[in-house]
């Protein structure tokens, strides 16, 4: 089984919002992502967890704030966003950090920022 | 220069033939290679890992990694409508050594 899931599916949120994305994986994988996609674009890392720590931050603005509270989760904080922040947001995990492992996405969660 | 190229297309081929795909990297130090499928609208699904140089098959789908010449292709065989989508070239790169997608190759399939 190689199923990441994600909720919510959709998301539309207001500038003064504050928000959550959730994403669970149960194949014992020790590292998980965070991507950000824009229409026609590939996927950008935006945070990686290893071992529930956060290992790599590439720059990605406070009002984006990840939480791994446990080797199967993980969350994405949002506040404050831009409208420019719409995007489709991804999770993926692989069994290690590093492009080194397989990494599998979950379906993403479409957020539009009004 | 980017880290990972690809021709953007689109790629069209009719049903039945072979789609050839192909990227290009930079970090010759690069030794992990995937290719990614992503309909429209949906999430990018593995469908291919390469680590060593020559093919690498998997049903209708062949992987093909040439280190010396930095070059990474995917064939489709018997190509179907349904294999309609986006394909991403991803690449072990950078300081970090995280995933490095290419820009992403439109392949249309016609009936």
């Known amino acids: ?114 | 220069q980017k880290e990972v190229e690809q021709n953007s297309g689109p790629l069209s081929v009719p049903e039945g033939a072979i789609a050839s795909l192909n990227c290009t990297y930079s970090d010759r130090g690069s030794q992990s290679f995937f290719w990614y499928r992503q309909y429209s609208g949906k999430s990018p699904e593995l469908i291919m890992s390469i680590y060593s140089n020559g093919d690498k098959e998997d049903g209708r789908f062949t992987a093909q990694l040439n280190k010396a010449s930095q070059y990474v292709s995917l064939l489709i065989r018997d190509s179907q409508p349904s294999d309609s989508a986006t394909y991403l070239c991803a690449v072990e790169a950078g300081s970090a050594r995280q995933l490095t997608f290419g820009s992403g190759t439109q392949l249309t399939v016609l009936p």
């Not at chain 1, 026609?40 to 790599?56: A, G, H, W």
């Open chain 1, 1 to 114: 089984d190689t199923e990441v899931t994600q909720t919510p599916k959709h998301l539309v949120m207001g500038m003064t919002n504050k928000k959550s994305l959730k994403c669970e994986q149960h194949m014992g994988h020790r590292a998980m992502y965070w991507y950000k996609q824009k229409a026609k674009k590939p996927p950008e890392l935006m945070f990686v967890y290893s071992y529930e720590k956060l290992s790599i931050n590439e720059s990605v603005p406070s009002r984006f704030s990840p939480e791994c509270p446990n080797s199967s989760l993980l969350n994405l904080h949002l506040h404050a966003l831009q409208p420019e922040d719409s995007a489709l947001y991804l999770c993926a995990s692989s069994p290690a950090a590093g492009g080194t492992y397989e990494q599998y996405f979950g379906p993403g969660t479409r957020l539009t920022v009004t």
